[in-house]
């Protein structure tokens, strides 16, 4: 009874996972989703993959049972991004992102495309690969936590579901914008692993105790020898 019960506490957790499939083959996309499949977890596809498969494998993806992140961080005039989405709206895709900085009108179109698709839309706030220096190098005068934190409301406020962000943001965007804001965390390590080139890294169940929705994982999954004992090795 016990050991149904944790195992029933795991599912509930993978379904908190997004795994990131940075991968550039179909093939390699479909048997670790294969290997995935009834677990609960989500599936990001980023740009690599996009690039090579386009949505015909997300539709297979969808087929499998998977709830999908179509990460492809779209930033364009309004008009673009809006028939875009519409495009995107057609596939088995569950949640799309695109840049907080193309600016208010770009993101409540973009909400507004989705969500009459019944879908979500989350805003890349900050780059976490970009420090106080960089912004100051394409003109933002602000502190990388403010200037998220500037983006997040301005993503609120036209309607976006959240915004993607360090999971070491979490604790700070949650209680700044409420219990109902998606964030969704990569930089997710389990306790004792590689960090690989993530710099500040978070671990599962700290990111969802500090107030992530969703963790995105990639090579502590991907990259392991069975990823599917590595997902549920997550919450070890
Ligand atoms: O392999 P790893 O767990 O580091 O993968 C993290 C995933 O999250 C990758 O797909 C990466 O592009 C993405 N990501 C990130 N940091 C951000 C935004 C996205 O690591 N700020």
Request: include cysteine.
């Amino acid at each position: 009874m016990m050991e149904r019960d944790e195992r029933k506490m795991t599912d509930a957790q993978n379904e908190k996972v997004i795994v990131a499939l940075d991968v550039d083959s179909p093939e390699d996309a479909l048997a670790l989703a294969r290997n995935l499949q009834g677990t609960g977890c989500w599936l990001k596809v980023g740009l690599e993959l996009y690039a090579v498969s386009g949505l015909k494998l997300v539709d297979e993806f969808k087929e499998l049972g998977f709830s999908i992140f179509l990460d492809l961080k779209l930033h364009d005039i309004p008009t673009t991004v809006e028939r875009t989405l519409r495009v995107l709206m057609k596939a088995g895709v569950d949640l799309v992102d695109l840049h907080c900085s193309g600016g208010y009108e770009m993101m409540a179109r973009a909400a507004e495309v989705v969500h009459a698709a019944g879908k979500k839309v989350i805003g890349v706030t900050v780059l976490t690969s970009m420090d106080e220096e960089d912004l100051q190098a394409v003109g933002v005068n602000a502190t990388p936590a403010a200037q998220v934190v500037n983006l997040a409301r301005l993503a609120k406020k036209a309607g976006l579901d959240g915004v993607v962000a360090s999971a070491q943001e979490s604790a700070l965007l949650r209680q700044a914008f409420g219990p109902g804001f998606l964030l969704v965390t990569p930089g997710i390590r389990p306790a004792g692993s590689t960090a690989n080139d993530q710099v500040r890294v978070v671990t599962p169940r700290e990111a969802l105790a500090a107030g992530s929705s969703y963790l995105v994982v990639g090579r502590p999954v991907t990259r392991a020898e069975d990823p599917r004992q590595a997902l549920f090795d997550l919450w070890k």
